[in-house]
């Protein structure tokens, strides 16, 4: 029966039960750092996996357990560990998998922070390359016998560029390599990237998910279809026996729980009420950006729109051959220089400045100033970020207002 239900019925009422003990219709916020079992004996089970229950919230928590099983049954896997962050979730996901002289291969186009992360790993002995497209062809020139994990977001955060994942996941799986897809732009709502092969998927859920920007956490889903081979990754041999759960089960008695990467269950509780409007939210911000990209398209007041849904984007047969329901709720335009990107951000009433995605507020950003300060010049380039670049993550506001104010702002002279 679960598997017949739709989207939002699912978001509902998938992996969803009322409390047990008080019937309360929310898992509540189970704020206890540890709990307590009625023996020693008991303890030591739920310690070693062999009796159901909870010792410690930083290994697991009732709330948290409540919002990551929602996910699961979400994202069509097999279990779901949650983390501090997104960025907790992309350090986890693949550190499981690599060890020292081990290699990633990434899309240049992804976001900055995992960037920066991958740089970090240098100097643990894991080297990342990047592809400027992700394409077997252009895979093909990179990839090597070190090669451990393949990572690619299903739209690219701020180059909106979409990712083939069945495509990639046949030619990963073909060399025995773990492909992970970090689907936060997309969300479950566009595309759920464990159907069409990826081996586990990172959202950042402090977007899309959580909703309204009010708390930071990220999350780990396993396909549980990867076909491990012992020789290419021996750190996975003791967990071989958990079959399907192999992958989360080392995640979750090792990496996750020894760098104390849980989130709060305050959060984990914010997330479940956020999901359940994931499918309405999304709706209509997809709706409103596509709205605001035709318009910007048409205004003659910007050098470029970037959005997956406008008919001549290279991305448009492929977006609407993978994704379900709209094209996300992501738009960039080029403005001509950077002097008047800052002006038109200035100018707007309703848009917050702010780094972040995924607010039921439009937000926007001048990314080369900010998220991507960091990057080099030709980095940038390859992520899609100019100095002319503004990144729009387009609310559920009138989109009337958005448009009346976005003209306003384009149509103002800068005022320094
Ligand atoms: C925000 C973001 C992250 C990082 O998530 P945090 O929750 O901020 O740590 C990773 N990937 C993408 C695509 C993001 O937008």
Not at 91 to 108: I, K, T, Y
Not at 179 to 186: G, K, L, M, S, W
Not at 337 to 357: G, P, Q, W
Request: proline residues 4%.
């Amino acid at each position: 029966m679960a598997e017949k239900m739709r989207f939002n019925t699912a978001l509902l009422h998938g992996n969803m039960s009322s409390d047990e003990k008080t019937g309360a219709t929310m898992t509540p916020i189970y704020q206890s750092s540890a709990f307590e079992h009625e023996s020693a004996e008991k303890l030591e089970k739920v310690f070693h996996n062999t009796a159901p229950g909870f010792a410690y919230t930083r290994i697991n928590n009732p709330t948290i357990a409540s919002f990551e099983q929602r996910i699961t049954r979400l994202e069509g896997g097999v279990a779901t560990v949650a983390t501090a962050s997104g960025m907790a979730a992309i350090f986890n996901a693949v550190m499981n998998v690599v060890r020292c002289g081990d290699e990633v291969v990434a899309s240049a186009s992804i976001y900055g922070g995992t960037i920066d992360l991958f740089k970090d790993l240098e100097s643990y002995g894991i080297k990342t390359k990047y592809v400027l497209e992700v394409t077997p062809e252009s895979l093909d020139t990179v990839v090597t016998d070190r090669t451990r994990v393949i990572f690619a977001e299903t739209i690219g955060n701020p180059k909106l560029n979409v990712l083939d994942i069945r495509a990639i996941a046949d030619y990963a799986h073909a060399r025995g390599i773990f492909f992970i897809v970090d689907n936060t732009v997309a969300t479950p709502y566009l595309c759920r990237p464990l159907e069409f092969g990826a081996d586990a998927v990172i959202e950042s859920s402090s977007k899309y998910i959580n909703g309204s920007g009010s708390a930071i956490s990220g999350l780990i889903t396993d396909s549980g279809k990867f076909q491990w081979d012992e020789t290419r990754y021996p750190d996975m041999k003791p967990y071989m026996k958990m079959g399907p759960f192999a992958y989360t089960a080392k995640l979750r008695n090792a990496l996750f729980r020894d760098t104390g990467a849980c989130l709060a269950p305050f959060t984990a509780y914010l997330n479940s009420v956020g999901l359940e409007t994931l499918g309405l939210r999304m709706e209509r911000a997809c709706y409103n950006a596509l709205t605001l990209a035709e318009w910007f398209a048409s205004s003659g007041l910007v050098d470029a729109v970037g959005y997956p849904g406008l008919k001549d984007s290279p991305d448009y047969e492929l977006s609407t051959r993978q994704f379900q329901k709209g094209y996300g709720a992501m738009v960039t335009i080029r403005v001509g220089s950077k002097e008047r990107a800052f002006s038109v951000i200035n100018h707007l009433k309703y848009a917050l400045k702010v780094s972040n995605i995924g607010d039921s507020k439009t937000l926007v950003i001048h990314p080369e100033s900010t998220i991507f300060c960091h990057g080099t010049e030709e980095g940038n380039r390859n992520a899609g970020v100019y100095p002319d670049l503004i990144r729009i993550s387009v609310g559920i506001e009138d989109v009337e207002d958005l448009i009346e104010d976005f003209k306003q702002a384009l149509q103002c002279e800068k005022k320094f």
